[in-house]
């Protein structure tokens, strides 16, 4: 499958909807709470509150696969034996990030009943509904460019950026608390590429290429603003049942 899943060379609509989304995808890069980790000081407490606030997301993510996991056919439409697989084998993996994620909030001095029962604030969670709503009501293609392609692959971007930041607070030593981090920045950079060759591969026509740039462009719009919501709610700590 891997072998398969190498990148090759766009159609004229993919470099299209590339060149088009560079400008969301950026916004996403260029959220202060990522600025202002490289330049330092450090924001331990706004960090504090986003990755509380992110959590609902993260550990959703594999269920996000599973609803379009069911949309496949086995062959029916042409690629989607090829979007089955490389699901099934990407939950087990993503099924395995809540934990790392717990670890990195531990070192925040986030405890475990705090994460998972923590309200995030309505900009995350209007990320959150958002991804479910897509990959209940899109297509396969849709899902992979507003779940894989956007979130993992501004992701796989944003953690390479304050990784430094995170490295010099914790120590190269920590190794739980920077697991979450090193593994999206160092290692998972190869998903969203898989996950543009699955939409090249099950988009079915023109009018879908056009859902699916929509898709990618709402996930990044609403990635930025949830960012940069949690960002200036930092100094919140009560949870509001």
Known sequence: MKNELTETPHPVWARSMVDSLRPDWTSVLESKIFTETVSGPFPEDAWRRIVLDFFCVVEAFPKYMGVYLAKT?????????????WLIGNIRTEALHAQWYADWAAALGIGFEELVSHRPCPEVGALYDYLWSVCYRGSLAEAFGAVNYAIEGTTGEWTRLILPAFRERYGEDDASALRWLVEHAEYDDAHPREAFELIKLTVRDEAEQAKVESAVRRSLELFRRAFDASYENRAITVNIP
């Open 73 to 85: 056919t086995f062959g029916q439409i042409p690629g989607d034996h090829l979007a089955r697989d």
